[in-house]
């Protein structure tokens, strides 16, 4: 089944530790999204490729940075992580910027030790 | 560790009933907005949509309604079963520039069997 798959699905790093999450889809979508949900929380959109146009938020931090080696992987990096980081990290992908749905990924439960 | 996140709104639904949630957005000029189904240690899944231009849609056992007058937006949810008991999160999507979704503030539907 054609589906978005991030990996791994928790991950554990220490405070200041360089870490990558990674994504990919098998649906062939242009657009890929990054979104950082902490607890009861709505998704907070970090940034997004639009195939290889990258367009980050205005209060996305510069920890923050995002890689889209081809259409199927996109990867989050965070430079030295936080306290505060410590949250569910959704990978999304849409055909286009045209109306319709994002198919989210399962996502990446990040811990900060 | 992850910061204390804020206490989503609940809905408690006895099985069998309907259950209806409600969304207020902000953005008079969103184009398009989406129902998403969160169940607990996963990404949000996308139930029903509806365009700007329309009032009403109807899905499988869902119904959104869009009263852009007073910018308010809702599900229905018939026969409300054990399975419906997840988080629902509404989302606005202004066509201008980059698709760009905003999630609003989840509701948590909790199912009494």
């Known amino acids: 089944d054609a589906m978005v798959i991030q990996n791994p699905r928790y991950q554990v790093t220490q405070f200041g530790k360089p870490v990558t999450l990674s994504c990919s889809q098998t649906l062939n979508h242009n657009v890929m999204y990054w979104y950082q949900q902490k607890s009861s929380q709505a998704p907070k959109l970090l940034f997004h490729y639009y195939d290889k146009d990258f367009n980050n938020e205005a209060d996305t931090p510069d920890n923050f940075q995002s890689r889209r080696p081809n259409t199927s992987f996109c990867f989050l990096d965070i430079r030295s992580p936080g306290l505060g980081d410590a949250a569910m990290y959704l990978c999304?992908?849409?055909?286009?910027?045209?109306?319709?749905?994002?198919?989210f990924g399962s996502g990446t439960r990040l811990t900060v030790v | 560790g992850e910061s204390v996140g804020l206490h989503l709104p609940t809905l408690s639904v006895q099985e069998g009933d309907n259950s209806i949630i409600n969304c207020a957005y902000s953005n008079s000029a969103s184009d398009y907005f989406i129902w998403y189904k969160q169940e607990s240690g996963k990404g949000p899944q996308f139930i029903i949509d509806?365009?700007?231009?329309?009032d009403k849609r109807q899905g499988q056992r869902v119904t959104v309604l869009l009263n852009k007058t007073v910018k308010h937006l809702s599900l229905q949810i018939a026969a409300t079963q054990p399975g419906d008991s997840a988080v629902y999160f509404c989302a606005e999507e202004d066509f201008g520039g980059y698709q760009k979704v905003t999630f609003g503030t989840g509701t948590k539907l909790q199912v009494i069997p």
């Open positions: 509806i365009r700007s231009n329309m």
């Open positions: 999304a992908t849409s055909r286009d910027r045209t109306g319709g749905g994002y198919t």
